[in-house]
Every structure is written in structure tokens, then in C-alpha cells.
């Protein structure tokens, strides 16, 4: 989880490839968010997730990033919170351990869950 956020505060950090959804999102999640991204291509329009979910913005300018994790068996939770453009944030990953390591399983942020992007 610090491999995500740890780049962000750096001014030429143009954001994680979130759209290598294997590499950042269990199984389920993953699966929804590539079926969106396909369905949104094929229609011409704008993916549900129009934005970074690791920041829960389009633009950022991070400071003061303080990164937790909470492990408890297969599953953890992540605690970040920062300042995006002088603005306080708080980002609550949920993990689980898979065969490829630690993936998020939400992200639960200021507009809301992830996961409810894709149950709408």
C-alpha cells in the first residue's frame, strides 16, 4: 500500500495505472471495473470511474501524507489520509491477501465507495 501512495506527493507523479486493475484489485472488483472500462469504450462515453481512486480526484497536489495498516489474518485495512491542494483527506483501503499478494478488495472515500460505482 506504501508502493501506491509513497509517489504521489512527487509533482511529476501522473498517478498509478489503475486501469491494470490486476495489479491493485481483487478478483471481483477488478472484473467490474475492466467491464465498465470496456462497456464505457464501446459506447464513446466516460468510465463510471472518471477519476483516482487511490486520491479520489482528477487533479491533486499531495502534502502531509501519513500512511496505517491494520492486518488481521487475510484481510487489512489501509488508513491515508493527506492534503490534495491544501484540503485534508481520508482514504480507508480495504485488503485481502490473494495468491498475487495484498489486493483491495474497496476503497472508501469523501464521494463515496468504489465498489458502489459498479452496484448502481
Known amino acids: 500500500m506504501r508502493g501506491i501512495y509513497t509517489p504521489y506527493p512527487n509533482q511529476d507523479f501522473k498517478g498509478q495505472p489503475f486501469w491494470q486493475v490486476d495489479r491493485f484489485f481483487a478478483p471481483d472488483l477488478a472484473r467490474a471495473i475492466?467491464?465498465?472500462m470496456r462497456e464505457a469504450k464501446r459506447r464513446g462515453e466516460v468510465p463510471k470511474l472518471d477519476g483516482d481512486p487511490f486520491v479520489d480526484a482528477?487533479?491533486?497536489?499531495i502534502d502531509k501524507l501519513a500512511i496505517s495498516v491494520k492486518?488481521?489474518?487475510p484481510k487489512a485495512t489501509g488508513l491515508v489520509s493527506f492534503e490534495n491542494q491544501g484540503k485534508p483527506t481520508e482514504i480507508t483501503l480495504d485488503l485481502v491477501r490473494t495468491g498475487m499478494g495484498w489486493r483491495i478488495t474497496d476503497i472508501k472515500s469523501p464521494s463515496g465507495k468504489?465498489?458502489?460505482?459498479?452496484?448502481?
Do not use: V
Not at 482528477?58 to 497536489?61: A, E, I, M, R, V
Not at 468504489?114 to 448502481?120: A, D, H, I, R, V
Open 34 to 36: 475492466e467491464a465498465d
Open 58 to 61: 482528477q487533479d491533486w497536489d
Open 71 to 73: 492486518a488481521d489474518g
Open 114 to 120: 468504489l465498489s458502489e460505482l459498479y452496484t448502481k
